[in-house]
Nanobody
Framework: QVRVVESGGGLVQPGGSLRLSCAASGSVFMIHDISWYRQAPGNQRELVARVTSSSATDYADSVQGRFTISRDNAKNTVYLQMNSLKPEDTAVYYC??????????????WGQGTQVTVSS
């Protein structure tokens, strides 16, 4: 089993910055993709950013140029640096870890989420 724990959320003013962390532990011998999703009340959960095992990255259009995802394989940790935050970034942010459990099989694990609130 894999445990996924997010941290770093909090309250910040518009234009401010936060850095989220996602740490994976347990059976993490072969981590594939790690992604950040977010969900605001009444909204659908949406993909924010993703980093693959080859370090390729993808971002939602709404955060492109403001957010940066990075990966530390030695620590099994991924970070999401969020700059120029806007009120519409307010949401619970979830980390998703995709683990290869066999040659053609993957398992998906989710963290509990961390609250990000952008407000003046």
């Amino acid at each position: 089993q894999v445990r996924v724990v997010e941290s770093g959320g909090g309250l910040v003013q518009p234009g401010g910055s936060l850095r989220l962390s996602c740490a994976a532990s347990g059976s993490v011998f072969m981590i594939h993709d790690i992604s950040w999703y977010r969900q605001a009340p009444g909204n659908q959960r949406e993909l924010v950013a993703r980093v693959t095992s080859s370090s390729a990255t993808d971002y939602a259009d709404s955060v492109q140029g403001r957010f940066t995802i990075s990966r530390d394989n030695a620590k099994n940790t991924v970070y999401l640096q969020m700059n120029s935050l806007k009120p519409e970034d307010t949401a619970v942010y979830y980390c998703q870890v995709v683990v290869g459990t066999s040659r053609f099989r993957e398992s998906v694990y989710w963290g509990q989420g961390t609250q990000v609130t952008v407000s003046s």
